[in-house]
């Protein structure tokens, strides 16, 4: 690999190991997933009943129109007790499981309160119903939620669950991983306790676990081992991207997908900053005076560690609970990429175009002379004045969509840029590396509660999932809106399958190309590109560099 020294490659591969992988079945001694049998097995036909076996024992479906669903499935032990803050640890055999309903939402802070059980490392898989000619292509799903909230079943507003994709060649994986503090914390006492000295990242680690167990047991569910897809939305589209940027980590998938993309992977956060939060919340639990944190940390319940994190701001950069840049597991994932280029996947990624509308009403901004204040107040003075100058109100419908659109280029169009180019300048003339970018700019047409905040972020998920009227909103598609929906939820069909997104739905849609900014628009028309934000970018790019 390109200026990957042996130094650097030893204390990486010491690394994963210290992180318990191989414990997750996986051997570095290659540096290749340790599947159960290593041969292509795809020209051969495979025979479905609902009940799987896997490597912890066999798993009993239940078949809901054409497709079976298999829900909450251990893929890790419980990180409770002693292993609560340590790398997931294989799950005890079973006789038997019932898999027709969904596993624990890992604990989390909701408007509601605190709920959730750290019995919560499950996945979720929706698979043919019928026998397979081929093993078929699999998508891994990590979801959003700020790596603090919501689960593998989706948000509250959409669902991500994988009817669609089933019942169109493929089988979706949907990951259950720790969260909040309880899954990327760090502190110094964690670091004690490894020869490595680093902490946090247990989330990711949940991830790589859940990826393991896919490429030891996705067979028996119809999907192919060697054609896995990993898709993130959001915080999972973090995750997703430092995954990405790993050589090693690639053996387990063959492309991503980044939706949502934030800006954690471009601006990561630092050891020292993410052991300041963890102080924060070892203060707050009342630990930091124990002659043993870490015990201490641990003997309290999961709900005191929940309510012990200080609280998280969508205009956070970087964010509270991302995966934490130590230089040993993970380096900055752009460094990563550009240094670590070798064997690059086919990446796909794209943004909503009002992401932050999601998180403000337009009540939030009233005027202008708010709208002035609150840019003040989130960038500081000096370059709030810059960025009122860069997105006037007088050139948007109002002073609060002039805020969004801001705060939306910052925190998630333009990082995303970033990341998109230094994927398609690390993987020049590499074809496996093709990069494809899209902007979903459709706002939901009829009565819902984000009207009048464009398209925001979150939303594009039905459309992509196949899944519009269902989950907690209650909304209406029009017939517009579904024909979207099958272009998109086609598109992200046929990249799974095929590393390259083109279909009969849309228009021609090009590799990434940096000098035009192109790009696909997903709207009421379906439309090839170029410029998406490139002069507020350009002018990010001065800001954040």
């Given at each position: 690999m390109k200026r990957f020294t042996y130094g650097l490659h030893h204390r990486f591969l010491s690394t994963l190991y210290w992180a318990a992988w191989g414990a997750l079945a996986l051997s570095w001694g290659t540096g290749h997933v340790a599947f159960p049998s290593d041969h292509r097995q795809?020209?051969?036909?495979?025979?479905?009943?609902?009940t799987v076996e896997t490597s912890s024992g066999p798993v009993t479906g239940v078949l809901e129109g054409n497709h079976y669903v298999y829900r909450g499935i251990p893929y890790a032990a419980p990180p409770i007790g002693d292993l609560r803050w340590r790398?997931?640890?294989p799950?005890?055999?079973?006789?038997?499981?019932?898999?027709?309903?969904?596993?624990?939402?890992?604990?989390?802070?909701?408007?509601?309160?605190?709920?959730?059980?750290?019995?919560?490392?499950?996945?979720?898989?929706?698979?043919?119903?019928?026998?397979?000619?081929?093993l078929l292509p699999v998508i891994v799903f990590l979801h959003g939620g700020g790596n603090s909230t919501f689960d593998a079943k989706g948000i509250p507003t959409f669902n991500t669950t994988g009817e669609y994709f089933s019942e169109h060649g493929l089988v979706?994986?949907?990951?259950?991983?720790?969260?909040?503090?309880?899954?990327?914390?760090?502190?110094s006492s964690l670091?004690?306790?490894?020869?490595?000295?680093?902490?946090?990242?247990?989330?990711v680690f949940d991830q790589i676990a859940a990826l393991a167990w896919v490429a030891q047991n996705i067979r028996g569910f119809g999907g192919d081992p060697h054609n896995v897809t990993l898709y993130g939305f959001s915080s999972g589209a973090t995750d997703a991207c430092f995954l990405a940027s790993q050589p090693i980590v690639r053996t387990v998938f063959k492309r991503v997908i980044l939706s949502g993309t934030t800006h954690d992977c471009d601006r990561p956060t630092t050891q020292t900053e993410a052991e300041n939060t963890g102080n924060t919340v070892v203060q707050n639990a009342g630990c930091s005076g124990a002659a043993d944190v870490a015990a201490c940390m641990r003997t309290l319940p999961a709900s005191s560690i929940v309510a012990a994190a200080p609280p998280a701001t969508p205009l956070a950069s970087p964010s509270l609970w991302v995966p934490v840049v130590d230089n040993v597991t993970f380096g900055a994932p752009l460094s990563s990429i550009a240094n670590f280029n070798?064997?690059?996947?086919?990446?796909?990624?794209?943004?909503?175009?009002?992401?932050?509308?999601?998180?403000?009403?337009?009540?939030f901004v009233p005027d202008e002379a708010t709208y002035e204040a609150k840019l003040s107040t989130t960038f500081g003075a000096a370059i709030g004045t810059q960025v009122l100058a860069q997105y006037p109100a007088a050139s948007y419908p109002s002073p609060?969509?002039?805020?969004?659109?801001?705060?939306?280029?910052?925190l998630y169009i333009c990082p995303a840029r970033r990341i998109a180019r230094a994927y398609a300048a690390a993987g020049d003339n590499?074809?496996?590396?093709?990069?494809?970018?899209?902007?979903?700019?459709h706002a939901l047409e009829n009565p819902n509660p984000f009207a009048g905040r464009g398209a925001v972020h979150s939303t594009d998920l039905p459309f992509i999932f196949h899944t519009l009227g269902m989950g907690g909103l209650i909304y209406v598609p029009t017939a517009a809106e579904q024909v979207l929906s099958t272009a998109m939820a086609t598109t992200w069909t046929i990249f799974a399958k095929e590393a390259n997104p083109n279909n009969a739905f849309i228009p021609s849609w090009a590799h990434y190309d940096a000098v035009a900014d192109s790009y696909l628009q997903f709207n009421d028309v379906v439309s090839a590109e170029a410029g998406v934000h490139t002069n507020h970018c350009n002018f990010w790019d001065g800001i954040d560099d």
């Open positions: 795809g020209s051969q036909s495979h025979t479905l009943s609902g790398a997931p640890a799950h005890a055999n079973w006789t038997s499981f019932d898999a027709s309903h969904f596993g624990n939402t890992c604990p989390q802070m909701l408007p509601a309160g605190i709920v959730g059980n750290e019995d919560c490392l499950t996945l979720n898989v929706w698979g043919p119903a019928s026998n397979v000619a081929h979706l994986v949907s990951v259950n991983f720790r969260l909040g503090a309880l899954g990327f914390m760090a502190h670091d004690a306790e490894n020869s490595l000295h680093i902490s946090g990242n247990y989330g070798d064997d690059l996947r086919p990446l796909m990624i794209g943004n909503d175009e009002d992401e932050l509308g999601t998180f403000f009403a337009p009540s609060y969509r002039a805020f969004i659109a801001a705060t939306s280029d910052h590499d074809d496996d590396a093709r990069v494809y970018r899209y902007l979903f700019a």
